[in-house]
């Protein structure tokens, strides 16, 4: 057991899910790590490559065994560090897109813990990738605003989502933790402006052999159905090519399942 000397911290993107999405510094700090102490969205793919002798704790909210809150999770790794510990604090896609980094460097910061920030892949980059799209296109997107669809304090509930300072015709709205009833989504989006037209892609559990993608548009949107999560949900011009290759898709498959097809003129 190492005891004489301080630890070190690093907050890991972990990606989306698929572990060929991982960064070699991610895998290379997982490999060296003495405790990885992971969220609960961080893929199964990915925590089956740490190392047997690596203490491996879930301090996952949702599911993880015990209900923990994030003071315990600070007080975890710094607890750990002061061992003289590798700490690789594993956490999906990014760690600063919604990933509470910054509560947990300023505790670490407090408790005068050396921490390194690695980022990863965030699951709304990836989603993109897997759709074949751009989020951004200069003929037609300009900016790209990551929201959460979901607040999670006190302060972000009070804080209103304004959609109509973030919606406009050049932009590509990236959805976070997204809900799963788009009804009141579609009336705010509607009402600050944004056409009905406009393509919307939900895209569940992005990077994993079990991703699916549901195209539509922002007026229909309310009629998507829930998916298993997480899901993160996409919204823009920049979508438009997504969404013409699903419905050639969609009817190729209808063809290939046809016993008969009728032509008309
Ligand atoms: C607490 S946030 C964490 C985001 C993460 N730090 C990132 O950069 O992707 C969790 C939300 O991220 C999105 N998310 C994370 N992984 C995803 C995936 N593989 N596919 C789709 N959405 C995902 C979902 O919207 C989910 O509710």
């Known amino acids: 057991m190492k005891e004489s000397f301080t630890g070190k911290v690093y907050l890991v993107g972990a990606g989306p899910g698929d572990p060929e999405l991982l960064t070699v510094k991610a895998r290379a700090l997982l490999d060296r790590a003495d405790v990885v102490l992971h969220d609960d969205l961080v893929s199964p793919e990915i925590i089956s490559l740490i190392l047997p002798q690596t203490e491996i704790v879930n301090v996952g909210k949702r599911c993880g065994l015990k209900k923990i809150t994030q003071n315990e999770i600070n007080g975890q790794m710094i607890a750990l560090a002061k ?40 699951a709304g980059i990836s989603a993109a990738a897997s759709l074949r799209v751009s989020l951004t296109d200069r003929r037609s997107s300009s900016r790209v605003v990551i929201v959460t669809g979901h607040p999670a304090t006190d302060k972000e509930k009070q804080d209103k989502i304004e959609w109509r300072d973030l919606v406009r015709p050049e932009s590509t709205l990236v959805i976070y933790m997204p809900g799963q009833n788009f009804s009141h989504l579609r009336e705010e989006l509607v009402a600050a402006g944004l056409a009905s037209d406009v393509p919307a892609v939900l895209v569940s559990q992005a990077s994993t052999p079990r991703q699916q993608q549901h195209c539509t548009t922002v007026g229909e949107v309310h009629k998507l159905q829930s998916v298993p999560a997480p899901a993160i949900l996409l919204i823009g011009r920049s979508l438009e090519r997504a969404c013409q290759r699903s419905s050639v898709e969609n009817l190729s498959l209808a063809l290939d399942d046809a016993d008969l097809v009728i032509c008309s003129k």
Do not use: N, Y
């Open 83 to 122: 061992r003289g510990l590798q700490v690789v604090r594993l956490k999906s896609g990014d760690p600063a897109i919604f990933g509470r980094l910054a509560e947990e460097t300023d505790a670490l910061e407090a408790a005068r813990i050396p921490f390194e920030v690695v980022p990863g892949i965030t």
